[in-house]
Structure formats: structure tokens, C-alpha cells
């Protein structure tokens, strides 16, 4: 799966798993959500973008552990338009 944030900015997916490009733990996908490590909401996956939206955000997930990975070379895209915010993701 490729992910991108609402502006463009490129993620790793690694089956449930997603991470900064420069491979620090973002979250983890659970029911079309992204919950970081302390259980709480980042994002809401749409089509190929993640982005924040405020009134998901109450949402939370049970804390887990997992460790960084690689970075990745990769270009950003064109933000979209879409409906919520860009998600904080750490870079």
C-alpha cells in the first residue's frame, strides 16, 4: 500500500504498520484508522491519503510497542484537497 498525508508527504506501510519516511512508528491501521503506540488517533486512511480529522479524533486504541525501521528516499506529492487536516507527523 502506498500512503501519502494530506500534503504530500510520503509514509512506509508495512502490513499494519506505518511509519515516517524517515522510519519512525506512526501507528498502527486498525479499522481504517491510524492509533500511535500510545493508543491514540492519527489519522483516518482515505484512498491513498492520511489526514486528521477532528471529529475522529476522540477514537483510541490499545498502546503497543514497536521498534523504528530504515528510512526510505521518496518524493512528496501534490496535497489534496480532501476533507480534514494535515496529520503531525514527526520527520
Known sequence: MT?????????????????SSSGCVLGRIKGGKVYGPD???VGTISGNRLVFRSTESTGMSSPFAAADRAG???ADRAGSAIWG???DIPD
Do not use: F
Request: charged share 25%.
Open 72 to 74: 526510505t528516499a521518496s
Open 3 to 19: 500512503l501519502h498525508t494530506k500534503d504530500g508527504k510520503p509514509l512506509q506501510v508495512s502490513g499494519d504498520m506505518v511509519y
Open 39 to 41: 493508543g491514540n488517533y
Open 85 to 87: 487536516d494535515e496529520p
